[in-house]
């Protein structure tokens, strides 16, 4: 037995030598690998009835027994955990720092091809050569792209669970698998005493030949593949904080089962003003304030609710901003950090509220300095919170997926065509608009607005850009 472990697990997946790594496993005389105990399909291997005493039956039912029986197995047993693996025994794994993670990975491509051949002929392992059958794959690039994101997922998820448990994993690639002194280095990570001199012969590679040999329209393969951007040359970077679900500021009608979740500077008032309306009340009557537990029980006691969300565009939005949180003193305005901007990040703003001096140039050039600041507010290089008044839509949304995401997202441009809509979805034949926003003070954006100004808000706002396709303002 291992003092710091109770059990171990392989996370692998089809086709990347999981089958010859359990077989060296299972060379070790107090190690035992005992296959796919959590497959869906079948129990450890195809047409067994039980593992470690566990039927199939009884892992459905409950999977956390099955953990247990490996637990209290003889000497130190695991099993191999693929992607689409029982996943109520995931997380427990992966928080287990008394399970053991060994982590198998081969080149994708290799590994697809591998399937595809696999598929082709029915033969997932080979014990003899003289029975080896022979076929070609057919690269597929949209079944190919399918298959590397999930894989990735899944890789990004294991990296993600041991970096906030502080584990570590033994990581083995495909080459390895022939190397013994590696097979030895896991027996060491696992604490056994034991070593091999030799391999498991019996498992025999399949596919030995290049990749040409092995893919029929290997050319095809060449040229889908040139296109995958291996180093993420076309990500838009995001370091900006996860936010919460900001259940508190949800608001539901009154009498309809319509839930608002709102997002900060984007349309609010109006659309609350719209909801009472809606109800024939008023805004106070709004139901507010809710928390987790009230809102789930708001929600099932209106089992047909919908729920929406409406975005603005990134320069109105964060002109709104600057104007009601930063520039003017207003009841929505954050004084400590006003002040910190004009100490700290130098924003050319006056030390009160503009009076009749602040011109147009100035709102201008203050503007192009708050959108600087938001830049780097939201790639994390200042000291001040990146609030929701100004932080990315995109963030704000995933956010509440935490919770729960909104039926429908709509543009500010588009209420006129779709509110009308949403009130059907409830019930409610309204065709009233929403009030038009309250200007902004004391300048508008479109006074100000120019080829430079579209430059920096699209530099800040570069996600929501991209993921709800904004175009320049104007």
């Not at 697809?112 to 598929?119: E, L, T």
């Not at 590679?205 to 040139?226: I, T, W």
Request: aromatic share 10%.
């Amino acid at each position: 037995m291992s003092k710091r472990f109770d059990y171990f697990v392989v996370f692998a997946e089809m086709r990347t030598g999981s089958n010859f790594l359990e077989a060296n496993i299972n060379s070790f005389p107090a190690l035992s690998c005992l296959g796919e105990a959590f497959n869906p399909h079948f129990i450890g291997y195809p047409n067994r009835e039980d593992c470690l005493g566990v039927s199939e039956e009884a892992r459905n039912h409950e999977p956390q027994v099955l953990i247990e029986a490996f637990k209290a197995s003889q000497g130190l047993a695991g099993f191999r955990f693929f992607h689409d693996h029982e996943p109520r025994v995931l997380e427990t794994i992966l928080n287990d720092p008394r399970c053991a993670k060994i982590i198998l990975t081969r080149n994708p491509v290799e590994s697809y091809v591998s399937w595809k051949i696999a598929q082709e002929t029915g033969q997932w392992k080979l014990t003899n050569v003289a029975k080896r059958k022979d076929a070609k794959a057919t690269f597929d690039t949209k079944e190919f792209n399918t298959h590397l994101e999930a894989l990735q997922a899944f890789q990004l998820r294991l990296m993600k669970a041991l970096q906030t448990t502080g584990q570590t994993a033994f990581y083995v690639a495909y080459e390895d698998l022939q190397d013994v002194d590696v097979m030895n280095g896991l027996a060491a990570y696992l604490e056994q005493p034991d070593r091999l001199e030799r391999l498991d012969r019996n498992l025999k590679r399949q596919n030995p030949e290049p990749l040409s040999e092995k893919v029929e329209n290997f050319e095809e393969m060449e040229a889908a593949l040139a296109k995958t951007d291996h180093f993420g040359l076309g990500r838009t970077p995001n370091f900006e904080a996860r936010r919460g679900a900001a259940v508190p500021s949800y608001v539901a009608c009154a009498k309809a089962p319509l839930l608002f979740l709102p997002v900060r500077s984007a349309p609010e008032d109006e659309i609350l003003a719209w909801m009472a309306g809606l109800d024939g009340v008023s805004e106070a009557e709004l139901q507010s304030s809710f928390s987790q537990k009230t809102l789930r029980q708001w929600m099932r006691s209106h089992t047909e609710h919908r729920s929406f969300s409406v975005v603005r565009h990134p320069a109105l939005r964060a002109h709104k901003a600057f104007c009601d949180r930063i520039l003017n003193k207003g009841p929505k305005g954050y004084p400590e950090i006003r002040r910190t901007l004009r100490r700290v990040h130098k924003l050319p703003i006056p030390k009160e509220a503009p009076d009749a001096s602040w011109s147009l140039e100035d709102h201008r050039a203050a503007f192009i300095a708050f959108l600087e600041f938001v830049k780097a507010n939201l790639s994390d290089q200042t000291a001040v919170r990146a609030d929701a008044a100004w932080g990315s839509q995109a963030g704000i949304l995933q956010g509440m997926g935490n919770f729960a995401l909104p039926d429908f997202v709509l543009r500010e441009d588009e209420l006129e065509a779709y509110l009308p809509a949403i009130a059907l979805q409830v019930g409610v034949a309204h065709e009233a608009a929403a009030p038009a926003p309250a200007p902004d003070t004391p300048y508008s954006l479109e006074q100000i607005y120019d080829e430079e100004v579209e430059a920096r808000v699209a530099e800040a706002y570069q996600r929501d850009y991209l993921i709800f396709g904004f175009n320049r303002w104007r």
